[in-house]
């Protein structure tokens, strides 16, 4: 008799905590290196939710005169698969940017379609220069090119969650990024990683 086959992971460690911790610390050297000349201070710009605990690490990496503000949006088609790429803006900055330099914080660049939008939005308001942080780049699921200047981690076509990002608003608290093997079955089981978390944190 063959022994009982062993259950599917749904998700495998993609990032670690040290991993992450690192490589968002090179990320603010490098930021901290490219400003160093700026007449005012940055205006570092969170898109709500999933960049928060990127933003956090990052901002504390960055040795400059900073400043925060956030910009949250929603697009009318949800899910992972269904980007319409039609996009509003629900909780807008609460600064004037004319002039100023931001740096806007993205948690990942899939398809680029709400990178392009946010791009488009923050240029009409005149900034004196804009550039973009991404904690991961799907470069191959791209449909629209976007610059990313200053980039974490490429990433394959997966989906991933924790350290900010989420499937239906779950597990943004995990420490480490993990990918998702099975999204057809988490979404049938939506708390189906809450042993992964426990283990990889
Ligand atoms: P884009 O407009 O297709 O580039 O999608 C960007 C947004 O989709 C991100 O800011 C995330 O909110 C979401 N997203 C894309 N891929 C993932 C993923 O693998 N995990 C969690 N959220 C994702």
Known sequence: MSPPAQPVS?????????QLRRRVAALGAEITRAYAELPESLVVVGVLKGSTLFLADLLRSIRLDAEIDFIAISSYAQGPDTQSGVVRIVKDLDHDVSARDL??????????????????????????SLATVALLDKAARRIV???????????????????????????????????????????NEPRLLEPAWWRNT
């Open 10 to 18: 749904p998700a495998r460690l993609l990032f670690s905590e040290e």
């Open 103 to 128: 740096l806007l914080v993205e948690d990942i660049v899939d398809t680029g379609l709400t990178l392009n939008y946010l791009r488009r939005t923050l240029l009409e308001r005149e900034p004196r």
């Open 145 to 187: 090119p976007v610059p990313i200047e200053y980039r974490g981690f490429e990433i394959p076509d997966v989906f991933v969650v924790g350290y900010g990002l989420d499937f239906q608003g779950r597990y943004r608290n995990l420490r480490a990024i993990q990918a998702v093997s099975d999204l057809a079955r988490l979404a």
